[in-house]
């Protein structure tokens, strides 16, 4: 069976450019060799700190970025080597959500223009768009008669889920979600959390999460990817990520998060990394973790290790030595 | 007002309840017995009534009304609230770093005793940095591009030295850098902040924090822009800087985690008010305001599975027209009638606690 979508080695390598004759100098590895695999109706995430290349993959995978690298099959098809006409009717079944529901949305356009884009650029809004839209807006659970209004009379929950109306015009199979609700206030953030995991049932959409927000990430997820400098680190259902994590980095992350109970703070074990995310133009020899590892051997300079199960756990993490914590965290 | 009826009135942590003075008078001192430890130490901070109002074109908006809150010496007080509360608004006003624009009104702005709003220009910057030491959210913005980052940490230490004495103020910066845990300090002063990573900045804001002792550090959302990773770190060295000087902190946030990791004392606002303050523990255990009950169950948990969350309705109200009666009605699911129309009052519940709720009882 053909996977909904499917991703192999996918790379994204951005030119550093200098001086006046603009010669390029070195280059930058947003994303290097990643892959991912995805069913119909089920929610993958990205997870990891900024520059880890998570938002970079999700722009590949609607190809608003080209990759350098790599194929991205969505129903068996490679969107990388569609021609232009094929691209646009594929595209329609692909859709992407943004952070920023400020930056997202075109201040000189109403909500019913907003949200009928989509459907006029693919050439359906003739055909009971008005309808259609009327439609989406309640499915998003705003109301029909806000569809005059522009988008700054919105509140910041309130146009995620215009951004997430235009997303869905297109009865897309697969939606990329690129940290949706990072930007809005906790009580509105579960609002809006609630809202994607009933649309999910209902469309039967899969989602592509991106997030750095781990307690989110949880809660949404049936797998997860842990992306670091550019590559997948660990990656394996919800719950081998989060009660059976095997990368030390996926450990550390877990461990870094505040847990809202002040109960028992003074004795939790924290794995507190040293130092910074090294610069993705120059990245680490081997392993790409291991300037903040604390189980960094020689191995680790040379080699960079493979996203294997090298111990048998069920799920692959790219780590020399890899092992289950005794406890990390909730199931 | 209500803080001097109340002798040695740190008992009651909030000593406002101000904004019904007959009650206040009448319940606050209830409170007392919970920090009878903290009775006749006078407070390090006392703001009472404090209000602030900002004139935009769509109106005045009321930033901030009626807080009033105290912080003894070494506690950690954190401000939680979502944006627009007017937690940040309420804490710059301590040191008058508001925007020209800010109509601030208050009872009492009092600093060990002094009220900062009778200090003049010169006398205030000798507190900032000095005695009160600020750490913002964007340490990009708060450092100055053109400056190397060993100068701004040791202008912070010769702007409090009686005598200039540039080399030593240099020295001082670097080992204060090394004490915030920027590696190879000396090299690393001669850097500009662009030089440095997020991490590395709020570090050298700390440095330049506590570069004076100070009594009282006034941290606003001082991890916001940080990766989760270089968060801990932050957060760590923040409890360790607080440990070794004994200051005092407000922390302003609005990371419902990052409060029950660091906090002694919870003040929760909405609508630019306190709607509920308590013990950490107690505030996490058995919240008394819907709102923050509310934004407990909204909040998606690393320790816990639920299968739906259970966020508050609506959202946050337009500051420049807020709904009348309890600014959370129409949000909550407790309200009433008598919601609508009547504004609840911050009482006290028990023990150092108060909540600004008609129904508090119904949540004990």
């Keep these: 069976m053909t996977s909904l979508l499917k991703v192999e080695g996918l790379h994204k390598h951005f030119p550093i450019r200098r001086g006046v004759l603009r010669r390029q100098v070195g280059e930058i590895r947003a994303v290097d060799g990643v892959d991912l695999e995805l069913e119909t109706g089920e929610t993958l995430s990205l997870v990891g700190e900024s520059g880890c290349g998570k938002s970079t993959t999700g722009r590949l995978l609607v190809r608003l970025l080209e990759p350098t690298a790599g194929k991205i099959l969505f129903e068996g098809a490679d969107l990388a080597t569609l021609s232009q006409r094929e691209l646009r009717a594929k595209r329609q079944a692909i859709q992407i959500m943004f952070q920023d529901p400020y930056a997202s949305l075109s201040p000189r356009m109403t909500v019913q223009e907003i949200v009928a884009e989509p459907l006029r650029v693919q050439g359906r809004y003739a055909d009971a768009g008005a309808d259609r839209v009327r439609e989406l807006l309640e499915l998003v659970g705003l109301r029909p008669e806000h569809s005059r209004r522009y988008a700054h009379e919105f509140s910041g929950g309130q146009r995620q889920r215009i951004g997430l109306a235009r997303a869905l015009a297109l009865n897309p199979r697969l939606l990329v979600l690129d940290e949706p609700v990072s930007a809005l206030d906790v009580s509105v953030q579960a609002q809006v959390i609630n809202q994607l995991r009933g649309l999910q049932d209902r469309l039967g959409l899969a989602y592509v999460f991106i997030s750095h927000n781990l307690s989110v990430v949880r809660h949404i997820s049936h797998r997860v990817a842990v992306m670091y400098l550019g590559s997948i680190v660990e990656v394996g259902s919800r719950a081998d990520i989060f009660t059976a994590p095997t990368h030390p980095y996926t450990q550390a992350l877990l461990s870094a998060i505040p847990v809202p109970d002040p109960v028992g703070r003074d004795e939790r074990d924290r794995i507190t990394l040293a130092g910074d995310v090294p610069s993705p133009s120059n990245p680490p020899t081997g392993c790409r973790f291991r300037t903040r590892c604390w189980k960094a051997q020689d191995v680790c300079a040379q080699e960079a290790p493979p996203l294997i199960d090298r111990i048998g756990v069920g799920h692959p993490s790219a780590c020399h030595f890899p092992e289950v914590p005794a406890t990390v965290g909730g199931a | ?364």
């Design chain 2, 1 to 364: 007002m209500t803080a001097e009826q109340i002798p040695g009135a740190a008992a009651a942590s909030v000593p406002g309840a101000a904004s019904a003075p007959g009650a206040a008078a009448a319940s606050v001192p209830g409170a007392a017995p919970a920090a009878a430890q903290r009775v006749g130490e006078a407070p390090l901070l006392r703001i009472d009534g404090l209000s602030v109002d900002f004139h935009t074109d769509d109106g005045v908006v009321h930033a901030v009304t009626d807080v009033s809150l105290e912080v003894v010496a070494g506690e950690i007080v954190a401000i939680v609230g979502e944006s627009g509360s007017g937690k940040t608004v309420t804490a710059m006003s301590v040191l008058r770093l508001l925007p020209k624009a800010a109509e601030v009104s208050a009872d009492a702005i009092a600093f060990r005793g002094t009220d900062l709003r009778t200090l003049s220009g010169s006398e205030l910057r000798k507190v900032r940095g000095g005695p009160v030491g600020m750490i913002f959210q964007d340490p990009m913005t708060a450092l100055n591009p053109v400056m190397t980052i060993g100068a701004q940490v040791a202008e912070a230490v010769v702007l409090h030295q009686a005598r200039s004495d540039k080399k030593a103020a240099w020295q001082r910066a670097v080992e204060l850098l090394r004490l915030v845990g920027v590696p190879d300090p000396a090299e690393r002063v001669k850097q500009y902040p662009h030089e440095f990573s997020g991490g590395m900045r709020q570090r050298a804001m700390i440095a330049m924090a506590i570069a004076n002792d100070p009594d009282l550090i006034i941290a606003d959302e001082p991890t916001t822009a940080l990766d989760v990773t270089i968060q801990a770190q932050v957060l760590a060295l923040l409890k360790k800087a607080q440990a070794e000087t004994g200051a005092a902190t407000i922390l302003i946030t609005h990371d419902l985690g990052i409060v029950a990791e660091l906090a002694d004392r919870v003040v929760v606002m909405y609508a630019g008010r306190v709607v509920e303050t308590a013990g950490v523990g107690e505030l996490f255990a058995t919240p008394r305001h819907p709102y923050t009950k509310g934004l407990l169950a909204s909040l998606p948990r690393m320790d816990v599975d639920v299968d739906q969350l259970d966020p508050i309705p609506g959202n946050p109200p337009n500051m420049a027209d807020p709904p009348a009666g309890c600014a959370f009605h129409p949000r909550c699911p407790l309200a009433r009638d008598k919601c609508l129309t009547d504004r609840p009052p911050l009482l006290a519940i028990g023990a150092g606690r108060t909540s600004a709720c008609h129904f508090s009882e119904e949540l004990a």
